[in-house]
T-cell receptor, first 113, second 113 residues
């Protein structure tokens, strides 16, 4: 059974810093991995989706990488801003026949002005 | 840009009562999903649908029923609510099974007393 872990559970950084959020998964036979942002009291907003054949995806100040062999993905946020404060979740889709995303518990990011 | 809309946003029920949560999407997506989010547990899939008239069980289906009579709507029912069903419920939709990101609603916060 796939398990997804996100460490740390919470992170506080000063504005302007570059930062990395980590996501690890136990079953390397994933189909793709997705990063989401969740604001308090809100639903999830999809940030980036990386297919298993890709090594990274970029969107603006965000860059997500995927290393299937080591069971890891990272989300890099450049020049962090207070508006980036939110909980970031990663989710792995395992296998071609699965409709299920396995979610991590998230990293709560606080960017201090 | 409505996207995925969930109603109601909040609800308090007594044990044994029944209710239906409604999810509506305006993106013409084939696939729809119901998740629950609990502290320390992450998001877990309850039921999903791969098209109008179809439903299937996810990871935690017990105590819930679903229906997809129209492509744009996906209903989640609790026939006899239990305190263990206190949670935040999220609906999501996607264009295809694997390659497109899931789009989430803002959630329904449900408390069972």
């Amino acid at each position: 059974k796939q398990e997804v872990t996100q460490i740390p559970a919470a992170l506080s950084v000063p504005e302007g810093e570059n930062l990395v959020l980590n996501c690890s998964f136990t079953d390397s036979a994933i189909y793709n991995l997705q990063w989401f942002r969740q604001d308090p009291g809100k639903g999830l907003t999809s940030l980036l989706l990386i297919q298993s054949s890709q090594r990274e995806q970029t969107s603006g100040r965000l860059n997500a990488s995927l290393d299937k062999s080591s069971g890891r993905s990272t989300l890099y946020i450049a020049a962090s801003q207070p508006g980036d404060s939110a909980t970031y979740l990663c989710a792995a889709r395992s296998g071609a026949g699965s409709y299920q995303l396995t979610f991590g518990k998230g990293t709560k990011l606080s960017v201090i002005p | 840009n409505a996207g995925v809309t969930q109603t109601p946003k909040f609800r308090v029920l007594k044990t044994g009562q029944s209710m239906t949560l409604l999810c509506a999407q305006d993106m013409n997506h084939e696939y729809m999903y119901w998740y629950r989010q609990d502290p320390g547990m992450g998001l877990r899939l309850i039921h999903y649908s791969v098209g109008e008239g179809t439903t299937a069980k996810g990871e935690v289906p017990d105590g819930y029923n679903v229906s997809r009579l129209k492509k744009q709507n996906f209903l989640l029912g609790l026939e006899s609510a239990a305190p263990s069903q206190t949670s935040v419920y999220f609906c999501a939709s996607s264009r295809d099974k694997y390659n497109q990101p899931q789009h989430f609603g803002d959630g329904t916060r449900l408390s069972i007393l």
